[in-house]
């Protein structure tokens, strides 16, 4: 994905800074290959900055499906780039290119997502999914879940983070996974969401 991520970045006029939702391997993966300073929330760092791919709290065996208890140790071992030196920190209140800083923790502890008030767009990673990472398939249409709890730090407050991010009444997620979730006010879609697991 590097070489998607710097084109991508380079129509906007190249890529000043990486700040990571959160530090999963999945997510951290192409920030070591990037050449910008990278910044995450302080209680994220330890784990950004370790070289592991999948991170002590995690739980792949309690996935349901054992095709899916297999493929993610080689997947996220595939998709991490290792570990990342971060220059910088980020939390509550601070604003990001026009975006302001919310924490979202729970399903990783440090997680961050970044939210513009003026059009209701919040970036969140994987506050919220919109695939069945216990199946490895997309959510139909419309539907989003909590992450399993397999990959959690602290699931009942990865489900408050959730309610809070539905709360804020956004018009567009965009997560970590598959296209942006959009709505006119997609408050109930994402409070339905918290109870999923
Ligand atoms: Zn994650």
């Given amino acids: 994905m590097v070489k998607a991520a710097r084109a991508a970045g380079e129509e906007l006029g190249g890529i000043k800074r990486v700040v990571l939702g959160h530090a999963h391997a999945d ?16 209680d994220e760092v330890a784990d950004a900055e370790d070289d592991a791919a999948i ?19 080689l997947l996220m071992r595939r998709w991490d780039g290792g570990a990342v030196g971060i220059e910088g920190t980020v939390q509550e209140g601070d604003r ?9 923790p729970g399903h990783a502890r440090g997680l961050i997502g970044l939210w513009r008030e003026s059009d209701r767009l919040a970036l969140v990673s994987d506050v919220v999914y919109l695939v069945d990472s216990g199946r490895l398939k997309p959510l139909p249409e419309g539907e989003a879940s909590v992450p399993h709890p397999a990959w959690a730090w602290d699931h ?7 309610r809070r991010l539905a709360a804020l009444e956004p018009r567009v997620v965009a997560t970590g996974h598959e296209h942006p979730l959009r709505g006119e006010n997609l408050r109930e879609t994402l409070e339905r969401a918290a109870e999923k697991y």
């Avoid at 997510?27 to 302080?42: E, F, M, Q, Y």
């Avoid at 995690?58 to 208890?69: G, W």
């Avoid at 009942?156 to 959730?162: H, P």
């Fill in 27 to 42: 997510h951290r993966g192409t920030a070591p290959s990037i050449d910008a300073p990278v910044l995450c929330h302080p």
């Fill in 55 to 73: 991170d002590s709290y995690m739980e792949i065996s309690a996935l349901p499906l054992l095709r899916a208890r297999l493929a993610y140790p």
């Fill in 96 to 104: 990001v290119a026009g975006f302001e800083v919310v924490e979202f």
């Fill in 156 to 162: 009942a407050k990865a489900k408050e983070s959730l």
